[in-house]
């Protein structure tokens, strides 16, 4: 188990072993996607108070969800990188930023265009959306970061400081409808009793959240397997696989 791991923290077998993984992942991340989306558009009942409007959860909730996902995946691979210098640490932190930032702002804009029925405005300064705004504002500091900074250590080190810091924003936003009167609805799902949700509406959602997963670790694979190349032209192995050998 070791020895994969530290094979796997090689740029070299990182780019190797990922590359096999990729289509796999892909095809898992489609049919998952096409079964969530089919459960949760055509076979879930309409909400008995919200009607069809409801629906918009099967994107929402996921997109809300990864948002706070992929900032923590991000902060703790900013510290490894940051302690104990891995480069490829580095690499998967600078890759998650730009797709965090898409998960963030596809939750916002879902959820203003399902506040604008049910509370008859598309925003508001509440806590809960207030504190997603502010995620939003870190990843795009984060990703500032790395283009800002034309040595790539020195870059790495800073975005892993300011992700860092910006990981007490997480609880925030994950307690907000608990700490504060706010009008976003509380927890449904992650209820210690039970899920408010019916079994017909959670399962397609669940499938939803999955994909969105899976979705996250393929253009994460992706994007790192990019950016190992840009990192290592230099290196001989690269220089190998350009010449095809």
């Known amino acids: 188990m070791w020895t994969f791991l530290h094979k796997l923290g090689s740029p070299r077998h990182f780019y190797r072993i990922s590359g096999g993984m990729l289509p796999w992942l892909a095809w898992t991340t489609a049919l998952l996607m096409a079964a969530g989306l089919y459960g949760g558009l055509v076979l879930a009942p309409p909400d ?139 927890p449904t799902v992650t209820k210690f009793d039970a899920p408010s949700i019916h079994l017909s509406m959670l399962v397609p959602l669940l499938l939803m959240a999955l994909a969105f997963k899976l979705y996250y670790v393929t253009v994460l694979l992706m994007r790192a397997r990019s950016e ?6 230099s290196s001989a192995w690269v220089r190998e696989l350009a010449r095809g050998t």
């Open 48 to 186: 008995y108070q919200q009607g069809e409007s409801y629906r918009i959860i099967f994107i929402h909730v996921p997109s809300a969800w990864m948002s706070l996902f992929v900032y923590v995946i991000m902060a703790a691979a900013g510290a490894v990188g940051l302690v104990w210098r891995i480069k490829l640490a580095d690499v998967m932190a600078a890759a998650s930023a730009p797709l965090g930032a898409s998960f963030t702002f596809l939750a916002l804009v879902t959820g203003s265009l399902w506040g604008k029925p049910m509370w008859g405005t598309y925003w508001v300064w509440d806590a809960r959306l207030t504190s997603e705004l502010v995620l939003l504002f870190l990843y795009f500091g984060v990703m500032g970061l790395h283009a800002a900074i034309e040595d790539k250590r020195t870059a790495s080190r800073a975005a892993a400081v300011l992700a860092l810091v910006g990981v007490v924003n997480i609880p925030i936003i994950h307690y907000s409808v608990e700490w504060w009167s706010t009008l976003h609805q509380g």
């Open 228 to 233: 190992v190349l840009e990192r290592e032209r």
